[in-house]
């Protein structure tokens, strides 16, 4: 490790089962393959990594709070935070579902203040009081998602009632009850019927993950290259 990292941050979900080296590897029905291993096994050697000096914080990732209970009950130091993510909230559409950013009310609402609908929905979160962090590789949209302003207030109440009491975050297609909401039972059969899914739609080269539902097209595979530790969109014809 080369200098000294800010804060390194431990995920509470389920980890993968390393033994055939594919990073994302799938049981013979098409399931994932997982294997039960305690968060604060991880965390303990987390815990290490700050006594050497190579990091100046350690904090967690998408815990409940019964899930901190748990890790504050079995190790020793406090996470200096705990990321909340939220993986498709605004223009990503990983899931097929109707976006956020696409709802009538938001369209309505970026026209009457000459908006995008991008900053429509990141000046509420901002004036909701929470950290927004937009991300785009297109110089025009990096501008445009800083150009947040205060929204009016009925504007501001009228996206307090976008609630549509659905998740776009199906972390339970894993086969893991990451938010302690289904139970084992609904968890294990929501995972079984995305098995098929899961093989038409990922493939594992050597070294390589390839996700095809992260890609905009169908023509394309997103694939994680492993030393250049980040995604690519890669045309079939090209490969």
Same mark, same amino acid.
């Given at each position: 490790?080369?200098?000294?990292?800010?804060?390194?941050?431990?995920?509470?979900?389920?980890?993968?089962?390393?033994? =055939?080296?594919?990073?994302?590897?799938?049981?013979?029905?098409?399931?994932?393959?997982?294997?039960?291993?305690?968060?604060?096994?991880? &965390?303990?050697?987390?815990?290490?990594?700050?006594?050497?000096?190579?990091? #100046?914080?350690?904090?967690? =990732? $998408?815990?409940?709070? /019964?899930?901190?209970?748990?890790?504050?009950?079995?190790?020793?130091? @406090?996470?200096?935070?705990?990321?909340?993510?939220? &993986?498709?909230?605004?223009? $990503? $559409?990983?899931?097929?579902?109707?976006?956020?950013?696409?709802?009538?009310?938001?369209?309505?609402?970026?026209?009457?203040?000459?908006?995008?609908?991008?900053?429509?929905?990141?000046?509420?979160?901002?004036?909701?009081?929470?950290?927004?962090?937009?991300?785009? @590789?297109?110089?025009?949209?990096?501008?445009?998602?800083?150009? @947040?302003?205060?929204?009016?207030?009925?504007?501001?109440?009228?996206?307090?009632?976008?609630?549509?009491?659905?998740?776009?975050?199906?972390?339970?297609?894993?086969? &893991?009850?990451?938010?302690?909401?289904?139970?084992?039972?609904?968890?294990?059969?929501?995972? #079984?019927?995305?098995?098929?899914? /899961?093989?038409?739609?990922?493939?594992? &080269?050597?070294?390589?993950?390839?996700?095809?539902? /992260?890609?905009?097209?169908?023509?394309?595979?997103?694939?994680?290259?492993?030393?250049?530790? #980040?995604?690519?969109?890669?045309?079939?014809? $090209?490969?």
């Amino acid at each position: 490790m080369k200098g000294i990292s800010e804060c390194i941050l431990t995920d509470v979900f389920s980890a993968f089962n390393g033994e =055939s080296g594919e990073w994302f590897p799938l049981r013979e029905d098409g399931t994932f393959d997982l294997v039960d291993i305690d968060p604060a096994i991880t &965390y303990k050697a987390v815990e290490k990594l700050l006594l050497t000096g190579k990091v #100046r914080a350690i904090g967690v =990732s $998408n815990f409940t709070v /019964n899930a901190l209970t748990d890790l504050l009950s079995k190790t020793s130091i @406090v996470p200096v935070v705990n990321q909340i993510e939220a &993986y498709s909230p605004l223009g $990503n $559409n990983q899931t097929g579902e109707p976006r956020t950013v696409d709802d009538k009310m938001v369209d309505v609402i970026s026209r009457r203040l000459n908006m995008d609908r991008g900053q429509v929905l990141a000046s509420w979160g901002i004036q909701h009081g929470t950290v927004v962090l937009p991300k785009s @590789v297109t110089p025009s949209r990096i501008k445009s998602n800083l150009r @947040v302003k205060e929204l009016s207030t009925d504007a501001f109440q009228e996206l307090n009632t976008l609630e549509r009491h659905k998740r776009f975050n199906q972390q339970s297609r894993w086969g &893991y009850d990451m938010f302690e909401e289904l139970g084992e039972d609904k968890v294990s059969k929501i995972a #079984r019927d995305f098995a098929q899914e /899961n093989k038409e739609k990922v493939t594992i &080269y050597p070294q390589l993950a390839t996700l095809g539902f /992260n890609c905009d097209s169908d023509k394309t595979l997103c694939i994680g290259l492993k030393h250049a530790g #980040r995604f690519q969109c890669i045309e079939f014809g $090209n490969m």
